[in-house]
C-alpha cells in the first residue's frame, strides 16, 4: 500500500489504480466504480453532518461514514487475495440496525399522501442526495456481482437499507414529514 502521507504518487497517470492487495486494475473496472461510489456516498453524508440536524442524528451519521469507509475496503479487496481475510467485513447486524433505524424514524413520520421531493431543508435535500448516490451504489455492485465477482450479499443488504434510512431521515429532517414537498402530476394528454 502507498504511504498515507504521500498523496502525489503518479501509478495512476496511465488510467490504472491499485486494489487493496496491490494488484493493478483499469480505474473504469466494475470493482473500482462500486467501490469509488461508497466513497461519494461517504462525503454526502459528510456534507449532510455539516446540517442542523436532529438529536442523534450526527453520531448515527459518524458511525454510517464508518462502516462506509469499512465497506469500500472490503469491494477494493478482491474476495480471492490474501489480504481478503484481514479485512473489515459488513455483517447481517448492520443491517439489522439500519432497520431498526428506519422503524424508528419511520414512527415519528406524518404520513406521506404522495411521492416526496427531494428539497425542503437543506438536511433534507442532502439526505435525498445520498439516497440516490447508495442506489446506484447499489446498481454497480450488482453489476459486480453479475460479472462473476464474488460480493457480499451483506454489502447489497446494507447500502439498500441505507437508502431507505436515507429517505425516512431525510422527511425526519423536514419537520418529521410536515414540511415535504409533494409530487403534483402533470395535466394528463
Known amino acids: 500500500m502507498p504511504e498515507l502521507d504521500k498523496i502525489v504518487t503518479r501509478s495512476g497517470d496511465s488510467g490504472e489504480t491499485s486494489l487493496a492487495d496491490g494488484s493493478r486494475v483499469p480505474k473504469c473496472s466494475l470493482r473500482v466504480e462500486a467501490y469509488g461510489t461508497v466513497d461519494e456516498l461517504n462525503a454526502v453524508l459528510g456534507l449532510v453532518r455539516c446540517e442542523q440536524l436532529p438529536a442523534d442524528l ?27 481475510e484481514s479485512i473489515p467485513t459488513v455483517r ?8 431498526q433505524w428506519v422503524t424508528e424514524a419511520n414512527r415519528l413520520l406524518k404520513p406521506a399522501c404522495n411521492f416526496v421531493l427531494p428539497g425542503g431543508t437543506r438536511a433534507a435535500a442532502a439526505l ?11 446498481r454497480q455492485m450488482v453489476s459486480l456481482a453479475n460479472s462473476g ?19 425516512v431521515w431525510a422527511r425526519l429532517c423536514n419537520d418529521n414529514g410536515h414540511d415535504d414537498i409533494f409530487w403534483q402530476p402533470g395535466p394528463h394528454r
Do not use: I, Y
Not at 448515527?60 to 477494493?76: R, Y
Not at 447481517?92 to 432497520?99: K, R, T, W
Open 149 to 167: 465477482e464474488t460480493v457480499n450479499p451483506c454489502c447489497l443488504k446494507f447500502v439498500n437499507r441505507l437508502s431507505d434510512l436515507c429517505f
Open 58 to 84: 450526527n453520531d448515527k451519521l459518524l458511525q454510517l461514514q464508518n462502516e462506509l469507509f469499512d465497506l469500500g475496503c472490503e469491494l477494493a479487496t478482491p474476495t480471492d487475495s490474501e489480504r481478503a
Open 128 to 138: 435525498h442526495l445520498a439516497r440516490t448516490v447508495a442506489r446506484r451504489c447499489e
Open 92 to 99: 447481517q447486524f448492520q443491517v439489522n440496525l439500519l432497520e
